[in-house]
């Protein structure tokens, strides 16, 4: 049982690069999120999905792109990258609270992004 | 979404119980009020969490007001592991149960 697995952990983009920074769960938690934290800040919500094939717009949803093809994953993809999205970014999980009244949020190790 | 206010910063003495506050005045019926804490340079982890009654696990205690407009994170001995960011979220039972993280309070523990 892995968990919540993030990948890559480090990245360097160049300002206009695109990128996907997968997320991948495997406890068959409905509820998927996208956030990012910068530098002595708290986490902010970008995207977040209640199931497969759903998804919605959290606190600072631009630039960023999500989808939710399966259970399992729920990529996040930078269209074009702006130094402001410097950032570490975490993907977190859990079931849906119909499903469970802990709903508990299980998150990943993070990736730390920097656009130059 | 229901907001929480929490303290920037707290310290506290190694050893001796911390009382860590949260005001959640906008709180509605079927919020749960949860707890993460956020080690340094790693994600955030599940605490504890409740609805109406106090609530007791392996790490903490949660204690919700009778009116639940409030709640505080007990800690009953610091140790300096503890030193974190906490959090005190909502999340609706009955809605999409989306979590928004505010700036929560850091937790200082002194030896």
């Known amino acids: 049982n892995a968990g919540v697995t993030q990948t890559p952990k480090f990245q360097v983009l160049k300002t206009g690069q695109s990128m996907t920074l997968q997320c991948a769960q495997d406890?068959?938690?409905?509820?998927m999120s996208w956030y990012r934290q910068d530098p002595g800040m708290g986490l902010r919500l970008i995207h977040y999905?209640?199931?497969?094939?759903?998804?919605d717009q959290g606190e600072v949803p631009n630039g960023y792109n999500v989808s939710r093809s399966t259970t399992e994953d729920f990529p996040l993809r930078l269209l074009s990258a702006a130094p402001s999205q410097t950032s570490v970014y975490f993907c977190?999980?859990?079931?849906?609270?119909?499903?469970?009244?802990?709903?508990?949020?299980?998150f990943g190790e993070g990736s730390r992004l920097t656009v130059l | 979404d229901a907001k929480t206010t929490q303290p920037n910063s707290m310290e506290s003495n190694e050893e001796e119980p911390v009382h860590l506050p949260c005001n959640h005045s906008?709180?509605?019926?079927?919020?749960?009020i949860h707890w993460y804490r956020q080690l340094p340079s790693q994600g955030p982890e599940y605490v504890i969490h409740g609805l109406t009654s106090n609530v007791n696990n392996r790490m903490a205690s949660l204690a919700i007001a009778e009116d639940r407009k409030s709640s505080t994170l007990i800690l009953h001995r610091a140790t300096l592991r503890d030193a974190a960011v906490y959090y005190c979220i909502l999340r609706d039972f009955n809605n999409t149960g989306k979590l928004i993280f505010g700036q929560g309070t850091t937790l200082q523990v002194k030896p």
């Open positions: 977190a999980s859990s079931y849906s609270l119909q499903r469970s009244n802990t709903g508990e949020l299980f």
């Open positions: 999905s209640v199931g497969a094939g759903i998804t």
């Open positions: 406890m068959n938690h409905e509820y």
């Open positions: 906008t709180i509605s019926g079927t919020d749960y």
